[in-house]
C-alpha cells in the first residue's frame, strides 16, 4: 500500500493513459515498419524498437501496481499541530540560523526544486512528529548531523 495525494494519482493515472493510448501504438508502428525492412537478426531499427517497447511494458506494469495499490490521503484528516505526511514545516537550521521550508510528501511526488521532500528521507523521518517549537536531531546518511528547529506546521 502506498499513499498519494488526489493530484498524484490523477498524474499517474493520466501518464498511464498516455502511454497506452499514444506511445504503445507509437512503438509498434516503429516495430512494424523495421519488420518490413527485411532480415531481423542484422536489424538495428527493430532491435531498438522492441528495447523501447519492453521499457514501456514495464513502466505501465509498475504504475498499474502503484496505482492499483495507492490510497488517497485525506487531507481533512491530517493534524496540523505536529510534523506529518502533507504538512508544510518551515525550519530554522540552528547551525547557519538560515530557515527552511519543505512539505512532506509521498515518495513519487517528490520535487526538491519545488519544496517537496519524500516522506522517506532522514530529514522528514527525523521531523515527523514534531511540534512547533521542539528541535529535531537528525544524522544525514553521510554522517554529518543537522538541528533544526520547527517554527511552523501548516497545510
Known sequence: MSYVTKEGLERMKAELEQLETVERPKITQQIAEARDKGDLSENAEYDAAKEAQGMLEMRISKLKDVISGSKIIDESQLDTSKVSILCT?????????????????????????????????????????KTVGEMADIVLPNGNKLAFEVLEISL
Open 89 to 129: 514545516v518551515r525550519l530554522k537550521n540552528n547551525a547557519t540560523n538560515q530557515e527552511q521550508k519543505f512539505t512532506l510528501v509521498p515518495d513519487n511526488e517528490s520535487d526538491l526544486k519545488a519544496g517537496k521532500i519524500s516522506v522517506n528521507t532522514p530529514i522528514a523521518k527525523g521531523l515527523l512528529g
